[in-house]
């Protein structure tokens, strides 16, 4: 019996080990060759795909790290470990590929507006948020897109938090680059005599202190201002005036993205209050005060280069507000100034020759009319108004530039004025 069923099992043995050989040969023909033909094909095709993407990612993610600035040296090193097979290099190279394919998205501006806007990041924000903002503010068109250029550059370690000032024209490279260096917590702007609100605003905008249009705002309606009313030297402005003429000329330190024009008119007219105030527009020989002494004080400014020459120029406008100076033929200050102030469009406009000036229809045209301008053209310093406030007393009623070191010569007739004219080169033969 044992026999037998050892003869059964060698039989079964043999009849499984053909049924085998016979299945595997069937794999060969028909049908279920072209099936594993085309499994075969299919697994080529993919390790060929990845291959390329690995190729071409690995040569441009190269290209991108190297370009993303290095502060630490062996922080990012796009030599090494090249052929890694690790999940973080495989992960990258197919950040990079899928970066390569929107590449050209990168440089495409969110919009065309090229006046910076204020855009602050908080401590620990996390890239992705920080993308989504951007694009929320309108400073990027894609935040899938940013954080992925990001994290392939290496770029999303190295933000700061801070304030920035982000324009619409930037592109996503740009954006990206300019979050790696947030702005100081202060600035430090020098206003020079002789400004006028504009050319400040101007200065403001550009350290990033406070946006231009907001600072003139404010300037040009100052009673809307919360401090406004501390001040006893602006007690007298009338209703419609600014406050050209008090932004008092200095260096300051101002904060960086300001959240009020409060925070940045408070050290001007501080500034003003400490070194003139009240008192100091009263009181002098001039007599001019307030406003009137201020507004005579800007054209002297602007006027004169040499600080010993001020109370002579002072002296001579005064001479001819009062009437002193017949040959004028009335109270006409004539000064150049004001009718560069008031030209539209065109701050401090100088014209070929005098005669162009009677065709500038301004109120500040004071070669057309008699008295001060309507409000001061500049922003005097504390010279030129002690200048105004005591001038030297003299016949003169006219000066000219010699062209020397910005200094003037003075005489008492027009006459000696039509000569010196001729002399200086103003009116040529």
């Known amino acids: 019996m044992a026999i037998d069923r050892r003869q059964q099992q060698v039989l079964q043995r043999r009849s499984h080990l053909q049924q085998q050989r016979s299945d595997w040969r069937d794999q060969l023909r028909g049908m279920p060759l072209l099936w594993n033909l085309l499994k075969i094909g299919t697994l080529l095709l993919v390790i060929g795909v ?7 990612s690995s040569a441009h993610l190269d290209e991108q790290l190297l370009a993303a600035p290095q502060s630490t040296a062996g922080l990012i090193d796009p030599t090494a470990n090249q052929f890694s097979l690790s999940p973080d290099a495989i992960e990258k190279q197919i950040l990079a590929f899928n970066l390569r394919l929107r590449e050209d998205e990168l440089y495409i501006p969110a919009g065309d507006n090229p006046r910076p806007r204020p855009f602050t990041v908080v401590p620990g924000e996390a890239a992705r948020f920080i993308a989504a903002r951007l694009a929320a503010q309108g400073f990027i068109t894609d935040a899938d897109l940013f954080n992925l250029y990001l994290r392939v550059t290496g770029m999303e370690r190295k933000i700061e938090a801070g304030n920035f000032m982000l324009s619409e024209t930037m592109t996503m490279p740009e954006v990206a680059e300019a979050l790696q260096t947030a702005l100081f917590e202060e600035a430090l702007v020098t206003i020079p005599e002789g400004m006028r609100a504009e050319e400040i605003a101007e ?4 350290a990033n202190v406070i946006e231009s249009d907001r600072f003139l705002a404010a300037v040009r309606n100052p009673r809307s201002l919360t401090i406004f009313d501390r001040y006893e030297f602006l007690s007298g402005l009338p209703a419609d005036a ?12 101002f904060p960086v993205l300001a959240a009020s024009p409060e925070q940045v008119l408070r050290p001007f007219l501080n500034n003003f209050e400490q070194r003139v105030g009240a008192k100091g527009l009263t009181g002098g020989a001039s007599g001019l005060s307030g406003r009137d002494l201020i507004t005579l004080a800007s054209i002297v400014e602007r006027e004169a280069v040499q600080a010993d020459e001020r109370p002579i120029i ?3 406008y005064l001479n001819r507000l009062n009437n002193k100076c017949p040959e004028v033929g009335g109270p006409y200050l004539q000064a150049d100034p004001t009718v560069q102030y008031g030209t539209v469009g065109n701050w401090w406009w100088k014209p070929q020759s005098i ?10 045209n004071t070669y057309l009319n008699p008295g001060l301008p309507p409000a001061p053209i500049a922003n005097p310093g504390l010279s030129a108004i002690e200048a105004t406030r005591n001038p030297a007393q003299t016949g003169y009623c006219f000066f000219v530039a010699t062209g020397e070191d910005g200094r003037h010569v003075f005489v008492q007739s027009l ?8 002399i200086y080169g103003y009116n040529p033969k």
Request: glycine share 10%; hydrophobic share 35%.
């Open 415 to 422: 006459a000696e004025q039509q000569q010196n004219l001729q």
């Open 50 to 56: 990845i291959g390329g993407s690995w190729i071409v």
């Open 242 to 253: 600014t406050l050209e003429g008090f932004l008092f000329p200095d260096t300051y330190r």
């Open 355 to 364: 005669e162009e000036y009677q065709f500038v229809q301004s109120p500040y």
């Open 203 to 206: 200065r403001l905008s550009a």
């Open 314 to 316: 002072a002296g001579v």
